[in-house]
């Protein structure tokens, strides 16, 4: 557990850096250009080619070391980022630039997060994963909450330039941490194909799958209420900011950061006990169906207690599900798994992006420049920034959503089977 703590803490170190580095770059676009559809773009550049390649990350981390990978990422990540420092103290940054290189970092982080959600249950044993899951997912959680603020406070008070070369000194502290861990039992690596199946892990996937009868159930759940969650990316900043003043629709966004730490921090409870997880993640979209429909109802407090519930639910959710793959899937077929699971589940918010930009364009709404406490409370106090006919069809929305997430609990408890633990390999159980 040690181990895992040192890389965990390491790497977060990184992610926060790299978190504020994308969030910095797509408000510095923003302002540049006063565009959402660009504001979306780079925020997509960073999503869509991790999700094109997710077949094929899998598969290289599962045929590689994982230690070496993140390192060989984490290096990759530096690169990119005084690259762009470079080009930026040059006057040479554009939008095709920042595209790529933000394509480069996110196609590095996806695989170094690949590589240590399989490598967890070799450093800390099965019956610690999920105190450990809790662990990740509460300080991935903590980040989320504490990007925006951080990102918007450094981009207003220093300059971008500043940013990358602070991201860039976050990944040195990742690559001390991989330097520190020492895995006891050798990693095994599958044998190597030139089949194009092979290489993209599709046998290997399918094959799990149907060997696993559960697993396969709660992967499909999985997919199927992330779809149905992530594609709300579109629904709700139009919903806030059509319903409620300025202020009480940031408050509302961070409500819902708040409740996913809660929900991280329910799941060292609730994956403890692999044999109820089925049971447990059946229950927890009865919660969720209850949260949009609360949501949906146009009122502060309502919306507020809402946000929390559900999105405590979907960090819970996706938690439960994480445990069980780690537990009852192969290291060798691990990233594999994880990597189709992302895939599938994220597909829905990428795909999202450029239609919330689109549609934030037509709206006519700029992203209000707030220098001071007194500004940010004479906007607070002008109302909605966007028309109320946008509330209505969010609700519309959110309502389906709560219908659908219904209809997956109905159609998942007609069968749900006791999870057996899946033969491991010797040292992970």
């Known amino acids: ?50 999700l094109l390649t997710a077949p094929v990350l899998g598969a290289i981390s599962d045929k590689f070391k994982k230690l070496s990978l993140m390192m060989l990422c984490q290096t990759i ?74 990102g918007g406070i450094l981009l207003y008070q220093l300059n971008l330039g500043v940013i990358l070369l602070l991201d ?11 330097q520190i861990v020492r895995i006891e039992k050798q990693e095994q690596s599958p044998a190597s194909s030139s089949a194009l199946l092979n290489i993209m892990g599709l046998k290997a996937f399918i094959a799990e799958l149907s060997a696993l009868p559960v697993i396969k159930r709660i992967f499909v759940k999985s997919i199927m209420v992330n779809f149905v969650s992530s594609s709300l990316l579109v629904v709700i900043p139009f ?64 919306v507020f207690i809402g946000m929390v519930v559900l999105s405590a639910s979907f960090s819970l959710f996706n938690g439960m ?19 189709y699971l992302g895939m599938a589940a994220q597909s829905a918010s990428l795909l999202a992006l450029p239609v919330y930009g689109l549609l934030m364009d037509q709206s006519g709404f700029v992203s209000p420049n707030i220098n001071s406490l007194s500004g940010f409370k004479a906007l607070s106090e002008s109302g909605p920034l966007l028309s109320a006919s946008y509330a209505s069809i969010a609700s519309v929305i959110l309502i389906a959503a709560g219908i659908a997430t219904f209809a997956i609990w109905v159609v998942f408890r007609l069968k749900t089977p006791a999870i057996s633990i899946h033969s491991l390999p010797q040292g992970e159980k």
């Open 77 to 150: 990540c530096i690169c990119s980022a005084l690259v762009l420092l470079a080009l930026f103290f040059l006057g040479l940054v554009n939008m095709a630039l920042l595209v790529i290189v933000t394509v480069v970092m996110g196609i590095a982080s996806a695989l170094s997060g690949l590589a240590f959600v399989s490598l967890i249950p070799l450093l800390v044993g099965t019956s610690k994963l999920h105190t450990a899951q809790a662990f990740r997912a509460s300080l991935g959680s903590i980040i989320s909450l504490i990007t925006p603020v951080i």
């Open 239 to 302: 919903y806030f900011l059509s319903s409620f003043p300025y202020s009480q629709a940031i408050a509302l966004m961070v409500a819902g950061s708040i409740g996913a730490l809660v929900g991280s921090i329910l799941i060292s409870k609730f994956a403890s006990d692999i044999n109820k997880i089925p049971t447990y993640t059946n229950t927890v979209l009865l919660v969720m169906a209850a949260a949009y429909a609360l949501i949906a109802i146009p009122n502060v407090i309502n």
């Open 1 to 50: 557990m040690q181990y895992f703590k040192i890389l965990l803490f390491g790497l977060a170190l990184s992610n926060i850096g790299s978190s504020v580095t994308s969030f910095s770059i797509s408000l510095w676009v923003m302002k540049q250009t006063q565009s959402s559809f660009d504001f979306s773009l780079v925020m997509l550049a960073a999503g869509l080619p991790v």
């Open 168 to 178: 860039a000194i976050s990944y040195l502290f990742a690559l001390a941490s991989i």
């Open 321 to 339: 599900v994480t445990v069980s793959i780690q537990v009852n899937t192969n290291v060798e077929n691990r990233g594999r798994m994880f990597a």
